[in-house]
């Protein structure tokens, strides 16, 4: 029962700050978008405070009076400082690089400050993910890392981002959820298999591609008008035979085809195995394509081959394995 409750009020908090703070690349925090109220610390000094003003009632005491008023301000002003803290501060998503199912993808996100005002002690938080500190004195802006676990593949979105400060005292917290938009690809873990189908998907014999201009001789073909006097048989025509032309061969090198029908297994298995081999080929330089179902790559190499190939994997949508 108490576990249901906890669920519908996080579904309704949920669609609340949907309304309330829309996703965007960039966001900057203001009255509508920060939440203040006292911390641990906080609700221990309203005890305190409360606690002296009963004394103070009941002994009729000015001092006491004073010092329960003159605490009461302090807090009230730490409330004003602590949200002066996060107020004005601009929070920007950058990039995130793709990585491999079970590494850690890293986001970089940039908080920049106004012209004027140093900002202390903030903290960054992902719910599932590491935490960050950071505070502005001199620098107008800073570059702060954050790290998620990848567990699956596909694409990640790590969702709100926690930002919070308690500076001054620690007796107030303000903090607002933001949602950057960010995601990254995950690529599936690069696994040997030991499981094949028989057939690698490779294809070791060359494509003999016939030009003049080749280096290897192939054979002879009749004279065309604009055929290169250099290519001709002259030999051959001086023995009486037809005007020919002297035909050279070059061949093209093996074409490598990385086939999700070569291996055995569920899907993730295969797709590891697949994004395995991926790098292996890469790391020789050979030019390879992919097929999977209902996807065909054609051979190439190079980073943007890559990662097109990679990607292709990350997204595939084939059940799960």
């Not at 249901?4 to 900057?28: C, D, E, H, Y």
């Not at 998907?201 to 073909?221: C, I, P, Q």
């Amino acid at each position: 029962m108490m576990q249901n409750a906890r669920q519908w009020f996080r579904a309704q908090f949920g669609r609340w700050l949907k309304k309330r703070l829309p996703a965007a690349r960039s966001i900057t925090l203001d009255r509508h978008r920060l939440f203040v109220f006292p911390s641990r610390a906080g609700f221990g000094f309203l005890l305190f405070v409360v606690v002296i003003l009963l004394v103070a009632i009941n002994y009729q005491n000015n001092m006491v009076f004073g010092l329960a008023f003159l605490l009461s301000s302090l807090l009230v002003i730490t409330i004003l400082h602590t949200w002066g803290n996060l107020s004005g501060l601009t929070v920007g998503s950058l990039r995130a690089i793709p990585v491999f199912a079970g590494e850690s993808a890293v986001f970089e996100i940039r908080i920049s400050r106004p012209e004027r005002g140093a900002r202390h002690a903030i903290t960054l938080t992902w719910p599932d993910g590491d935490s960050a500190y950071t505070s502005l004195l001199e620098e107008k802006e800073v570059i702060v890392e954050l790290s998620l676990p990848a567990h699956r593949r596909g694409v990640l979105r790590p969702g709100r981002l926690l930002i919070e400060t308690h500076y001054p005292l620690g007796l107030v917290r303000c903090w607002s959820w933001i949602d950057l938009a960010l995601e990254t690809l995950v690529y599936p873990q690069p696994l040997e298999s030991e499981f094949h189908s028989g057939d690698s998907g490779e294809t070791d014999s060359g494509e003999v591609m016939v030009n003049l201009a080749g280096d290897d001789y192939y054979g002879l073909r009749e004279y065309q008008p604009g055929d290169s006097l250099k290519q001709v048989a002259w030999k051959h025509y001086a023995r009486g035979h037809d005007l020919q032309t002297r035909q050279f061969a070059a061949y093209r090198d093996h074409q490598l085809w990385l086939d999700y029908e070569a291996f055995t297994g569920g899907v993730e298995a295969r797709l590891s195995a697949l994004c395995f081999e991926v790098l292996r080929v890469e790391a020789n330089r050979e030019e390879y394509g992919l097929r999977l179902p209902g996807i065909e790559i054609e051979p190439g190499k190079g980073d943007r081959h890559r990662e097109q190939v990679l990607s292709a994997l990350a997204l595939f949508q084939g059940g799960a394995g």
